[in-house]
């Protein structure tokens, strides 16, 4: 019988689309994204955590952008040519909404499989790591895949979804 390990690994195997942030890869699940867009005039809005970039104009539809660097509490970078939105679907207690997430860079889509998928480390109980689905090896190196759904409270999804 396959420990409760070995049966999430093999769940998480499939593809993911894989970007940089600062000096680190990390991955989301191809299904989760809907688009990926180049960096497009954002509209910042106030009174909105320091997170939150603002919204752009999406063929007609007001989407809010993430910052993730700032999410993640990265050091602040100055957007380049290779700076991009990817555009996923969250669901929160009201549904599913589009959400931008703006990133350093967009590399590629990996297939990973589940062998080559491991659990988060663990830090104890002061740091949380729930976003993060597993932790894959892929093209020598390991990639940090995010559940894009726990990235965000639901509390953050709240505030975001009424900028949409």
Known sequence: ?????????????????????????????????????????????PRTPVFVRGVINLRGKVIPVIDLRQKFELEVAEDTDQTCIIVVDVTGRGG?????????????????????????????SNVDTAFILGMAKAKGAVKILLNIEKVLSQADLERVADLG
């Not at 000096?23 to 867009?37: A, T």
């Not at 589009?98 to 499989?113: A, K, N, P, T």
């Open 1 to 45: 019988m396959a420990s409760v390990a070995e049966a999430t690994a093999v769940d998480l195997a499939g593809k993911y689309l894989t970007f940089k942030l600062a000096d680190e890869e990390y991955g989301l699940e191809i299904l989760k994204v809907r688009e990926i867009i180049g960096l497009l005039p954002i509209t910042c809005l």
């Open 96 to 124: 599913s909404i589009q959400v931008g997430i703006l990133v350093d860079s967009v590399s590629e889509v990996l297939d990973i499989r589940g062998e080559d998928i491991e659990e988060p480390p663990m830090f104890g």
